[in-house]
């Protein structure tokens, strides 16, 4: 079976209108069309959701969301559950992203949370990319007890049936805001997803293990992504701030349609 790559774009809070952000969506969609080995998901704000699920796009393009509730239904004021979004015509979901774990202000989601709204999104049917990552790097290791912690209290006890086909976005919190000359080296990405494998492969076995999708995210600009792609040994990247500049989320898209 042939082997996509996934880029998946982040939008966060932005930007700040319907028109922008139809005319940011449609700059993707042109470029979208082109691809041969690419699926892009794009992960506006819940209220752009709508508007641009009324725009004709292609089969390699698709919908996502930035978060769910970990609730089903109820009343919990300003949570936007699963079932919304997958009514929305939205095929994924962003779970555990670094901001939401470790927001400026407040409590962030505990693993256990995120677990929740993991599962949350496969009974409903939604693609969920959990993001896990360290805050900071030490030279005696302890960042890959830390990641392998997030892997494991995130998705103990799920069904294997949905582990399959997992999504895991490995996204270093010290690189991001970084230029990608002092981010990570490809090198040491695919030294990352190598261990990611491992830990998976420890937990769940190898089908689980080798069936896995590790993207990379943290300051991936259009210079880097070609050697996180070929070097890193990733199946894809979550792009942030350059997924909001047409011109070069559109050569990231480029760089990243190489055959698997």
């Known amino acids: 079976m042939k082997k996509h790559t996934i880029v998946v774009a982040n939008w966060k809070m932005n930007p700040e209108t319907p028109e922008e952000a139809k005319k940011i969506f449609n700059g993707i969609r042109l470029a979208t069309k082109r691809l041969k080995n690419v699926k892009v998901v794009v992960c506006p704000p819940f209220p752009f959701l709508y508007p641009l699920s009324k725009l004709k796009y292609p089969k390699n393009l698709f919908l996502g969301a930035q978060n769910i509730s970990n ?17 929305l ?67 103990i006890g799920l069904s294997k049936k949905y582990l399959l086909d997992i999504i895991v976005a490995y996204e270093p919190i010290w690189a991001i805001g970084k230029s990608y000359k002092n981010a990570m080296s490809p090198t040491d990405i695919h030294e990352i997803v190598l261990y990611i494998r491992k830990v998976l492969d420890e937990l769940f076995g190898r089908n689980i293990a080798t069936g896995a999708k590790v993207l990379y995210g943290g300051s991936v600009e259009s210079e880097s992504a070609l050697p996180i792609m070929k070097y890193g040994n990733v199946d894809g990247l979550l792009i942030g701030h350059a997924s909001l500049k047409p011109e070069q989320f559109v050569e990231i898209l480029k760089e990243s349609d190489i055959k698997r």
């Open 89 to 155: 015509e939205a095929k994924f979901v962003i779970i555990g992203h670094s901001e939401r774990r470790y927001p400026s202000a407040g409590e962030g989601e505990s693993n256990e949370v995120i677990r929740k709204k993991l599962q949350i999104a496969f009974d409903v049917g939604l693609t969920p990319i959990l993001c896990v990552g360290e805050k900071e790097r030490d030279n005696e290791g302890a960042y890959l007890a830390f990641i392998k912690n997030q892997i494991k209290e995130c998705l």
């Open 71 to 87: 609730e089903i239904k109820g009343s919990f004021t300003g949570e936007v559950s699963a079932n919304m979004i997958k009514n």
